[in-house]
């Protein structure tokens, strides 16, 4: 059976109020040609479809067209689980219409799927956190563990009337879950587990939402099934492997969704597999549509001569400026006409001391001071769309101040 893994597509991501959503389109319409030139059986995608709860309609078009068309009228199996980004009650709504396309669509722990003819595709044993399937000829258990919230997990151990069971740590939980679930692994099937979570070693970067609280969400690699042949996590958006000897494997993000990711190449991975057998797994390379490109200039002339020198280029652009005063406005119109896709101008201003350049709010950008100042007061995470809103605002009330001073610019 040759599987596809990947994972953290995030659709209708944004970046500091610029829709990723050309991007994207560019991405989804490679993945189909990827899935198809390589003969995939089945597509797993390890969560995180969207950025928010609530995606913008383009999004969810752009997801359901994609799955139509890699699941080739039920001919090829799709598994699709829910991130700690989705909505899992609006991930699975089109679940009934996704069956007879070989489409499953998972949201919690608790969720099973029916058995049954799934396209081509069929599931011979299902219940709470598993399926069996089988395609042409070769049977599968699949251990699927959509993002265990706590308060998922919660719903989970609730039945158990041992206070102490009740009190174990969120890894000790997952690990439980996972023990349990490996019994239906057979030697004659091929083994494989799907989870969104954060294992911990692994490594982050800016742009994913954190899981983890202090480390109390953070599960240990002891946790994962040992007897799994490939553990398809989603999660971090760095591609890396968690455990080389159990086959752990992150796929990360299809495009950088932050500067921290532009040091390395985004990925999935396709795994040939056997029963009883290791796997063979080789990366496939996604193209980077649009860089995130970090400058660092040494004045205010050479942060205008810089965007001159990268006008014909489509990047997102980070400006770091050493410079002894603040800009003008005509000098930040003159940097935004040669180089229009602008994230963020940070000027490092000279004879302030390291202290104070660390606690100035020109090292953060708006949609983080905003994101901090709404979780502080409201205790929730901020919406995608409520973002967006404040980012257009803030453009709108600093488009007019002819004296703006860069510590209230972001693109």
Same mark, same amino acid.
């Given at each position: 059976?040759?599987?596809?893994?990947?994972?953290?597509? $995030?659709?209708?991501? @944004?970046?500091? +109020?610029?829709?990723?959503?050309?991007?994207?389109?560019?991405?989804? !319409?490679?993945?189909?040609?990827?899935?198809?030139?390589?003969?995939?059986?089945?597509?797993?995608?390890? %969560?995180?479809?969207?950025?928010?709860?609530?995606?913008?309609?383009?999004?969810?078009?752009? *997801?359901?067209?994609?799955?139509?068309?890699?699941?080739? %009228?039920?001919?090829?199996?799709?598994?699709?689980?829910?991130?700690?980004?989705?909505?899992? !009650? /609006?991930?699975?709504?089109?679940?009934?219409?996704?069956?007879? $396309?070989?489409?499953?669509?998972?949201?919690?722990?608790?969720?099973?799927?029916?058995?049954?003819?799934?396209?081509?595709?069929?599931?011979?044993?299902? +219940?709470?956190?598993?399926?069996?399937?089988?395609?042409?000829?070769?049977?599968?258990?699949?251990?699927?563990?959509?993002? =265990?919230? #706590?308060?998922?997990?919660? &719903?989970? *151990?609730?039945?158990?009337?041992? &206070?102490? #069971?009740?009190?174990?740590?969120?890894?000790?939980?997952?690990?439980?879950?996972?023990? @349990?679930?490996?019994?239906?692994?057979?030697?004659?099937?091929?083994?494989?587990?799907?989870?969104?979570?954060?294992?911990?070693?692994?490594?982050?970067?800016?742009?994913?939402?954190?899981?983890?609280?202090?480390? @109390?969400?953070?599960?240990?690699?002891?946790?994962?099934?040992?007897?799994?042949?490939?553990?398809?996590?989603?999660?971090?958006?760095?591609?890396?492997?968690?455990?080389? /000897?159990?086959?752990?494997?992150?796929?990360?993000?299809?495009?950088?969704?932050?500067? @921290?990711?532009?040091?390395?190449?985004?990925?999935?991975?396709?795994?040939?597999?056997?029963?009883?057998?290791?796997?063979?797994? /080789?990366?496939?390379?996604?193209?980077?549509?649009? =860089?995130?490109?970090?400058?660092?200039?040494?004045?205010? &002339?050479?942060?205008?001569?810089?965007?001159?020198?990268?006008?014909?280029?489509?990047?997102?652009?980070?400006?770091?400026?050493?410079?002894? /005063?603040?800009?003008?406005?005509?000098?930040?119109?003159?940097?935004?006409?040669?180089? =229009?896709?602008?994230?963020?101008?940070? =000027?490092?201003?000279?004879?302030?001391?390291?202290?104070?350049?660390?606690?100035?709010?020109?090292?953060?950008?708006? !949609? !983080?001071?905003?994101?901090?100042?709404?979780?502080?007061?409201?205790?929730?995470?901020?919406?995608?769309?409520?973002?967006?809103? *404040?980012?257009?605002?803030?453009?709108?009330?600093?488009?007019?101040?002819?004296?703006?001073?860069?510590?209230?610019? %972001?693109?």
């Amino acid at each position: 059976m040759r599987i596809l893994h990947t994972a953290d597509w $995030h659709l209708g991501k @944004s970046l500091e +109020g610029n829709s990723r959503l050309d991007e994207q389109e560019k991405f989804l !319409e490679d993945f189909v040609n990827i899935v198809d030139e390589n003969d995939v059986d089945l597509v797993i995608i390890a %969560g995180d479809i969207y950025d928010t709860g609530n995606p913008p309609a383009r999004a969810e078009k752009l *997801f359901y067209s994609t799955l139509k068309k890699i699941s080739n %009228g039920g001919k090829r199996a799709v598994l699709v689980i829910a991130g700690n980004h989705d909505n899992p !009650e /609006r991930l699975i709504a089109a679940g009934p219409l996704a069956d007879d $396309h070989g489409i499953i669509l998972l949201g919690t722990p608790k969720d099973v799927a029916e058995k049954g003819h799934y396209g081509d595709l069929l599931i011979n044993d299902s +219940g709470e956190g598993y399926i069996e399937i089988e395609m042409r000829g070769e049977k599968a258990v699949i251990i699927a563990l959509p993002y =265990p919230s #706590e308060k998922r997990l919660n &719903e989970i *151990f609730t039945e158990s009337t041992d &206070e102490e #069971e009740r009190q174990i740590s969120y890894s000790e939980k997952v690990a439980q879950i996972f023990a @349990s679930l490996s019994s239906k692994y057979r030697e004659d099937t091929i083994n494989i587990a799907v989870s969104h979570l954060f294992v911990a070693g692994g490594k982050e970067s800016d742009s994913e939402r954190p899981i983890q609280l202090g480390g @109390s969400m953070a599960v240990d690699v002891s946790a994962l099934p040992d007897k799994a042949q490939y553990i398809a996590l989603g999660h971090l958006h760095k591609p890396q492997i968690v455990s080389e /000897r159990s086959n752990i494997y992150y796929a990360g993000s299809p495009i950088q969704y932050s500067k @921290s990711e532009i040091g390395y190449s985004k990925c999935c991975f396709i795994v040939d597999i056997k029963a009883g057998q290791e796997p063979d797994i /080789r990366q496939v390379l996604f193209k980077n549509y649009k =860089p995130i490109e970090v400058f660092k200039c040494s004045s205010i &002339e050479d942060a205008i001569e810089t965007c001159r020198q990268n006008k014909d280029r489509d990047i997102w652009a980070y400006i770091e400026i050493e410079t002894d /005063r603040t800009l003008t406005q005509s000098e930040i119109k003159e940097m935004k006409e040669l180089l =229009p896709d602008i994230v963020e101008i940070i =000027p490092k201003i000279e004879g302030m001391d390291k202290e104070d350049e660390g606690l100035d709010m020109r090292e953060r950008s708006m !949609e !983080e001071l905003f994101r901090d100042f709404y979780m502080e007061k409201t205790g929730t995470e901020l919406s995608g769309e409520l973002m967006d809103l *404040f980012l257009d605002i803030t453009k709108e009330e600093g488009g007019d101040d002819e004296t703006q001073d860069a510590e209230n610019i %972001g693109a």
